[in-house]
Each structure stands twice: as C-alpha cells, then as structure tokens.
C-alpha cells in the first residue's frame, strides 16, 4: 500500500500511525556523497519523504559529532512528530561519530570488576553519563545500549568485548550501573540482545545461531542481565536474531511470541518498548522478504521495526495485516503509547549542563585506558630501522588508524617503517605452519607488532583463524620481534603472552582508541633509555 492522491483519509491516518513504528537508517554526514554504507542508509530525498509520511526514527552512524548536531536537527525538521533518534554507541558517541568521547569496550569493566568490583561499578555509571550526555549534546535521546549478553564463550565473533562482563553477575551488576548513568542525563537504553547472544559461534550479521539451551539453562545465565537492567529501569529491549529450538522450533526470537511475549512481557514482567534487531541482517533477511519479516517481528509482539530491508514494504504489509485482522489495532495502540510515553521522558527530561567541560570527558577516556592496561617486561622498544607492522580487522583506512595515530606515528618517530594489514591489502602470510610471515615482503629489521584485533560483525571470525601464535614464535626464532601490542580481544593476549621471551616488551589495551595507543606506546618507548628522542630519529 504505497501513498497516493487517492487514498482514503482512514488509510492516510493507519499508514501515518504504522510508520510511527519504523526506525530506519541513515548516515549522520549530512550530503549523500558521504555515506559509508549506501546500501543500507537512506538518500536524503527517501528520508524526507518517509519522515514527512510518519515514520517515527532513525539510527545513525558516521560523521563527526558537529555535524551529528546539524543531522539530528535537520531529521526532525523534516518530520510530522519528534523522532527516536539513535545510535549504536556502546562505546560511547566517539565510538562512530569523531570528536566526541571512545571509550574502552564494556568487557573491559568486566575484567576489572574481577578485582575491584565498586571501582568497576562506579566507572560503568560514569560510562553510562558520558554517553548519555555527549548523545544529548548531539541531538540523540536514545543509546543503543548497554549490551546484556553475557560473553562467556571466548569464540563469540560478534558479541566478545561488547559485553560487560564473561558471567552473569558481573554482566548484569554493569549493564545496571550504564543505565543508571544513561537515566541521569535523561536518555533512553536499550538492553540487547534479547534473550542472550554470548555464547554463539556465528554471527547473526550473516546466518541464523543456534542455541540448544534448556530454559533452566537460560535462567542461570543468559537472562539474570536483563533482568538487573529491567529493573534498573532500561526503557528498551532489543531482540536476537537467533533460533532456541527448547523455546521455539519454528521462529527466532525476533520473531517469536513465545520469547518476546510469553517469556520478556509476561514473565519477565518488562513494560517498555521491544525493539528488534536490523531486519536487514541475514539471519531474517535471508529468510523474508521485507514485509512480511516486520509483521512476523509486530506479531510477535515487538513494538518498532529497527531498519526494514523495505520501509515502503514494511508500512504496506503492517497495514494490510491491520486491515485484515491478522493483527489487532490494540497491539497498534498499545506500541504507539509506549513509543510516546518513552519520548515524553526525555523531552520533559531537563538537558545536561552545557557548561560540563568536555575535558572531563577526556579524563574519564584517559581513566578507562589505564585502568585496563597490561604491560610486561622492564625492557622497552629501542630506536632502530625497522618495521611497525600493524594489523586491523576490516578495511583500512579505519577509525582506530585516522590521522596522526600514535600507533603510527609514535614507532616511525622512532624509525619504524609503518606496515599496515587490511583485509582488502596484500596478505603478509607464505605457506609455512612454522614460520608463516613473509618477512622478505615486509623488509628488513626489527619488527614492532601492534594487533587491532577484537571480533568485529560481518567478520565471521576470519581473523581468528590467522596464524599470529605462530607468528610471534617465528619472529623471535631470528630475533626479529621487538615488542607486541595488542588492541582489543584479551583472548588474543592471553593465546600470546606465554609464549613471549620474558625480555620482550609487551602490552594489551581492551581499547583500540587513540589514547589507549598513546598511553601503550609512550609507557612502552619511554622504557627503552634511549637518548635518541621521538622526532629527531633520522636513517
């Protein structure tokens, strides 16, 4: 049913109310010759049309935090009501938009809260703040956030460092502590991904998960996070795209009424908006076409469709099925009241103090990089003619690696020649178990090795199958390693660091930011005793 000169003023009125439940996507550069990802983010001519036509929210990704301000208001200029505009920032709003805050990944409260629990705790809401305030400032009322999936299998290629913590008690104690810092500065949460996607092995980005587990199963692990921040008052819910045979046979839980209604509404007694997962990613895309996946999701008693394959088919197939009866118009009512009462929060929500220093932020950046930081060895990593190979998981050039990042610059100020690995770049390996690096492409002397690698979506865990245990033990075998850092998974470092010769010095940040790189690479050189400083190295 697509919107015509013609159609009813009733018909207006449905289409006008089922677009309220869209949130589509779009790219906070504000022309359409920026956008990153085309394929799913909206040209500016189709925003205007669905916003003008009702549709009810937006996410957003790219761009720098100035030009998010200009974004957000221009969305909600072009829109019938005020909009839900969101984004995934879990790692606070500098995680996808430049200038503002990028903070250490959840995981790595959950680390520290192994041994300093109230210090954990007290960062995780300051966390939460930060977010919420820079969202603000931005012209954001709703952070996809805080994950609640507990990562308690190390092989997840698509929750991993996103969690805040490997149990549940550890997960569910920090998610609470988030919201609360999100609630304070009066923007809406959203705990994800309903009903648990810790312990997957594939990425619902690209395929269906299956989850064999039992609902005691689920009780004892999965759910105890959602429930911590159900009760710490998280206003959203989003659902996972992943298949638990023991709850439902037939449907994944984005599309199942036996998880969203049966198990988060009535049992676990959760009153807010349910929001599902982006309908474009594979596990339902795969599967549907466009419209009836948003009515399935609806039926099964989610409240907004979050990035429809099709909105114009998604709006269309809605309200055939209101029409028809195969839906209920009180579903209808009851999702656009909850949609509105969770906007009211943050519209009568009083803004945060514009004078709060942005320093402050910084701070609390600076803070989280050493809290988490590991290093070894009382050796450092001396001046030479060398290489500073770097390896990124994705394509480069990447936001970890923009400008003057101390990743390169601090090493090629010591004379390391930078090498960066991408997976659209040419692959540094040789056919050898034993010594797998090229190293005759790479070049000649010492090698620093600075690994970007966390478990990103999309990557399916291809970068978990390179060799670099192998690697590390090759360059030591002809002397060539002269330091390793890695950024990102723990688990990387603790496959890694035992095999390390005890001199070599080494570190490991959770953070891949750029004050996580400053703050490794500056301990790491300053240790060296060199009298050459950075800058004046010269071949």
């Known amino acids: 049913m697509h919107l015509n000169p013609t159609d009813s003023l009733p018909d207006r009125k449905l289409r006008s109310r089922v677009a ?5 996507r779009a790219s906070g550069h504000l022309e359409d010759q920026q956008r990153r990802y085309p394929r799913w983010e909206l040209s500016n001519v189709a925003l205007e049309q669905l916003l003008g036509r009702g549709v009810g929210g937006v996410i957003l990704l790219g761009g720098s935090a100035t030009e998010l301000q200009q974004r957000t208001a221009q969305l909600q200029r072009w829109a019938q009501h005020p909009l839900l505009l969101c984004a995934d920032v879990e790692e606070g709003v500098g995680q996808r938009f430049e200038g503002a805050s990028w903070l250490v990944p959840p995981l790595a409260l959950g680390r520290l809260y192994n041994q300093k629990p109230d210090r954990a705790v007290a960062l995780a809401e300051r966390y939460g703040r930060c977010t919420a305030e820079q969202a603000r400032r931005c012209g954001l009322n709703w952070v996809l956030a805080p994950v609640c999936d507990v990562n308690n299998n190390p092989a997840n290629p698509v929750i991993n460092v996103r969690a805040w913590g490997e149990n549940p008690t550890t997960a569910g104690t920090l998610a609470a502590a988030f919201q609360r810092g999100l609630s304070s500065a009066g923007v809406l949460g959203c705990a994800k991904h309903f009903p648990g996607h810790g312990d997957t092995t594939s990425d619902s980005h690209l395929d269906l998960p299956v989850l064999p587990h039992t609902r005691q199963r689920l009780e004892q692990i999965e759910l105890p996070p959602f ?78 469709i979050l990035m429809p394959a099709d909105a114009e088919a998604a709006i269309a197939a809605l309200c055939e099925a209101f029409e028809a009866k195969r839906l209920p118009l009180e579903r209808l009512d009851r999702a656009l009241q909850r949609r509105r009462a969770a906007l009211q929060r943050v519209i009568h929500q009083a803004k945060p103090e514009t004078t709060i220093s942005m320093n402050v932020d910084r701070q609390l950046e600076a803070e989280l990089v050493q809290a988490s930081l590991t290093t070894r060895s009382t ?3 001396g001046a030479a003619t060398g290489i500073n190979l770097i390896r990124v998981d994705g394509v480069f050039p990447c936001p970890a690696l923009q400008g003057t990042a101390p990743a390169r610059q601090l090493p090629e100020q010591w004379g390391y020649r930078s090498v960066v690995i991408h997976g659209h770049g040419v692959s540094p390996w040789q056919d050898d178990p034993e010594a797998p690096l090229a190293l005759d492409r790479l070049g000649e002397g010492p090698v620093v090795l600075q690994l970007f690698l966390r478990g990103n979506p999309f990557r399916g865990g291809k970068d978990s199958q390179e060799p670099w245990k192998a ?53 790491l050189l300053e240790k060296s005793g060199s009298s050459i400083a950075p800058g004046d190295f010269t071949d």
């Open 471 to 523: 690697a590390v033990q090759q360059l030591q075998r002809v002397g060539r390693l002269a330091g390793l850092v890695i950024y990102g998974s723990p688990y990387l470092w603790e496959e890694l660091e035992p095999v390390l010769e005890p001199h070599l010095p080494a570190a490991f940040s959770p953070g891949q930011m750029q004050e996580a790189q400053r703050q490794v690479l500056e301990a």
């Open 379 to 381: 050796a450092g990593i």
């Open 20 to 24: 309220e439940l869209l949130v589509v």
């Open 227 to 304: 429930r911590a921040a159900i009760a710490a008052g998280v206003d959203s819910v989003m659902t996972a795209h992943l298949l638990l045979p023991e709850l439902d046979r037939n449907q994944p839980a984005t599309l199942s009424k036996t998880v969203l209604t049966a198990l988060l509404r009535q049992e676990l007694g959760f009153q807010g908006l349910i929001v599902t997962d982006a309908l474009v990613m594979e596990a339902i895309a795969a599967r549907h076409g466009a419209g009836e996946a948003a009515v399935l999701a609806f039926e099964a008693g989610a409240d907004l």
